[in-house]
């Protein structure tokens, strides 16, 4: 029995080969097409776990660009994919805290695993993967840079949730000659400060597991963890939980 | 059973808005006169008393935004700019057929948006008290003779008790029967789709003929009751079953609804204005009518009044009733009452009932609909 999970987001596309365990997994960006990111990032899954298309029992799509995607059996969301992949991970979990490009959310898991309560940001920016992009390219640094200079320095206080205003307050904090350290973990503080509002309007139990492309910089990882006061799970690779969910919902339904 | 067979009446009910046009131009040229209304605390008993015809306005479609937002800040509720952008921009029929306009002073934003509406329409403004104690009655009560008043003077007409009475008797069938129709979804799996019940119940406000509407919207409950003994439903028994609350919601602003339904949801119990909340009780008729009239309307648990608790104990009943999976929570951007009181909402319902609980922001345009897919659709799979 093998499943795939196919997880079309707005930045990038994912996907995992499931059969009991992770057999393969691809990332690439999702670009403008999000039907030909979806069949390409699969067909390369596929090459990586040595499997042909006919060995795939059942294919689930999830993510923004489920819709756009002809070959698959099932579509589930991002959020019912995101507690089953979270669980798989760590089955301790009872929060996940997701930050993708294009949104952000916070998951309440019950104990036996099913989705208790859920909450996304609204439909801006604010708080997602795409404001930190922004931001980053403002102060001509990669992420991997602003997750290493927002640690360990004092954030300056920037005000603006809205990526727009930020950028411009950003854009004035610079003119006044405040140090690029005091920016960037300003700008994390702001993305803290987001998700922990977030998580007022639903129950944040621990293990808290924290997955999405933001999760791959350690810095970041630090500093929202300490903001939490919670220590938290992150994956090795916190960019497949959903399609790795995603491959388990596929896998259970076989 | 699973299919669609669309009651015969259904397209009776979508041919209202059309129908009613021809027959209010007929009603003015005999001199009666049109009394437009926005608002669920507007007593049409006593418009009607008057001889007059009450009628709904226009306010529920993106369309005239664009036109309100010359004049009104844009993160105001779209409710209240659409309603206004229909009125400036001439767009309302029964907006322009309207002598009177009469408005209470629920919201900041609705009540100051009616002193605009004041310089294109003659306007009656209601005080309304937002607390709904004896005290609070009183007033209210003063308000309401105050209307009455004014519609006296206005159309040089004198309104007796017994007019009251007879007005007042006729709103309380057509609740009834409003009600009736609506309970009709209370079967498991309901007969009619939350889309269908809404077109109905919205396009019934714009019929001027209050006896031909309880007529039509008991044939319909008949219809529907009819089709559930044959086993005829757009739905199945784990079809999951939404009771829907917060905001106003009609034609036109239905996208979650839509979304709802389209995703294999069935919304059985609209709590809001134009559905429920206006049925849950009648004008008392054994009392002195503008008193009782004043009672009634008072009492609706609008985000207005504060507090507010007998709107979560409607919707805590109602969830019971209607025996609902899940509750959503519409809320318009810019709408703070509504969009606070969510907060309080959800808590209460925890304690109480501990039903899933989805509230959604949003406004009429559908530029979040992908995403609003994404968190109904999610809170679909978490109670199936």
């Known amino acids: 029995m093998i499943s795939a999970g196919i997880d079309v987001g707005s930045t990038a596309t994912k996907v995992v080969i499931f059969d009991g365990t992770i057999r393969s997994m691809a990332i690439a960006p999702t670009g403008w097409n999000p039907k030909e990111a979806g069949r390409n990032v699969?067909?390369?899954?596929?090459?990586?776990?040595g499997l042909q298309e006919r060995d795939i029992d059942r294919i689930v799509g999830t993510g923004y660009g489920r819709v756009s995607l002809s070959f698959i059996d099932k579509k589930v969301t991002?959020?019912?994919?995101?507690?089953?992949?979270?669980?798989?991970?760590?089955?301790?979990?009872r929060t996940i805290i997701d930050i993708g490009g294009q949104d952000s959310k916070v998951i309440a898991v019950a104990e036996d695993g099913s989705v208790a309560d859920f909450i996304m940001n609204d439909k801006c920016a604010a708080g997602t993967g795409r404001f930190l992009q922004v931001m980053t390219g403002i102060l001509d640094i990669t992420l991997d840079e602003l997750g290493q200079m927002a640690s360990g320095s004092k954030p300056a206080s920037i005000n603006s949730m809205c990526t727009v205003f930020a950028e411009s307050?950003?854009?004035?904090?610079?003119?006044?000659?405040?140090?690029?350290?005091?920016?960037?973990?300003?700008?994390?503080?702001?993305?803290?400060?987001?998700?922990?509002?977030?998580?007022?309007?639903?129950?944040?139990?621990?293990?808290?597991?924290?997955?999405?492309?933001?999760a791959n910089n350690p810095e970041i990882c630090a500093i929202l963890s300490s903001v939490f006061g919670a220590k938290f799970n992150i994956p090795d690779q916190p960019q497949i939980v959903g399609a790795l969910g995603a491959a388990i919902v596929g896998f259970e339904t076989i | 059973?699973?299919?669609?067979?669309?009651?015969?009446?259904?397209?009776?009910?979508?041919?209202?808005?059309?129908?009613?046009?021809?027959?209010?131009?007929?009603?003015?040229?005999?001199?009666?006169?049109?009394?437009?209304?926005?608002?669920?605390?507007?007593?049409?008993e006593i418009i009607m008393a008057a001889g007059a015809i009450p009628i709904s306005?226009?306010?529920?479609?993106?369309?005239?935004?664009?036109?309100?937002?010359?004049v009104l800040p844009r993160n105001l509720c779209p409710l209240i700019k659409s309603s206004y952008g229909f009125a400036a921009a001439g767009t309302c029929p029964y907006f322009n057929f309207s002598d009177l306009l009469i408005a209470e002073t629920t919201c900041d934003g609705k009540k100051k948006m009616y002193e605009l509406l004041s310089d294109l329409k003659p306007l009656h403004l209601l005080q309304l008290p937002q607390k709904q104690d004896e005290e609070a009655l009183q007033y209210w009560y003063g308000e309401v003779i105050k209307m009455k008043d004014r519609l006296e003077a206005e159309f040089s007409v004198t309104i007796t008790d017994q007019d009251l009475r007879e007005s007042i008797q006729l709103m309380n069938e057509e609740r009834r029967a409003l009600k009736d129709l609506q309970d009709i979804a209370k079967l498991k799996p309901s007969p009619i789709s939350g889309m269908d019940l809404l077109m109905a119940l919205y396009n019934r406000g714009f019929s001027i003929?209050?006896?031909?509407?309880?007529?039509?919207?008991?044939?319909l409950t008949l219809e529907l009751k009819e089709l559930h003994r044959q086993g005829v439903t757009p739905f199945n028994t784990k079809t999951p079953r939404i009771l829907l609350t917060g905001v106003p919601v009609g034609v036109g602003s239905d996208k979650v609804v839509q979304i709802i339904e389209e995703n294999g949801g069935n919304v059985v119990c609209f709590e809001s204005c134009g559905a429920y909340k206006g049925v849950v009780d009648q004008v008392?008729?054994?009392?002195e009518p503008l008193l009782a009239i004043a009672e009634k309307y008072l009492r609706t648990p609008c985000s207005c009044m504060s507090p507010n608790t007998a709107r979560f104990e409607l919707v805590e009943r109602l969830a019971d009733e209607f025996n609902v999976d899940g509750i959503v929570d519409l809320t318009w951007q810019g709408c703070h009452t509504y969009n606070i009181e969510s907060h309080s909402l959800k808590k209460y319902l925890q304690d109480k009932i501990n039903l899933p609980f989805l509230q959604i922001?949003?406004?009429?345009?559908?530029?979040?609909?992908?995403?609003?897919?994404?968190?109904?659709?999610?809170?679909?799979?978490?109670?199936?």
Request: charged letters at 30%.
């Open chain 2, 57 to 70: 306005l226009c306010g529920t479609r993106q369309d005239p935004i664009a036109v309100a937002e010359k």
């Open chain 1, 78 to 93: 991002e959020i019912t994919c995101h507690a089953k992949g979270a669980r798989f991970l760590f089955p301790q979990t």
């Open chain 2, 361 to 384: 922001e949003t406004d009429y345009s559908e530029s979040d609909v992908e995403q609003l897919k994404v968190r109904i659709e999610a809170f679909l799979e978490m109670i199936s």
């Open chain 1, 42 to 49: 699969f067909n390369e899954a596929l090459i990586k776990a």
């Open chain 1, 169 to 214: 307050e950003i854009i004035g904090l610079l003119a006044q000659e405040v140090t690029k350290e005091a920016i960037a973990s300003g700008i994390v503080q702001t993305i803290a400060n987001k998700m922990i509002g977030l998580t007022s309007r639903v129950p944040c139990l621990e293990e808290i597991t924290f997955s999405g492309g933001v």
């Open chain 2, 1 to 44: 059973m699973e299919s669609k067979m669309e009651p015969n009446i259904l397209s009776e009910f979508e041919n209202l808005r059309a129908k009613s046009i021809i027959s209010i131009l007929a009603a003015k040229e005999e001199g009666r006169k049109v009394v437009g209304m926005y608002c669920l605390y507007s007593p049409a």
């Open chain 2, 284 to 287: 008392d008729e054994a009392k």
């Open chain 2, 209 to 219: 003929d209050k006896k031909e509407v309880v007529v039509m919207v008991d044939r």
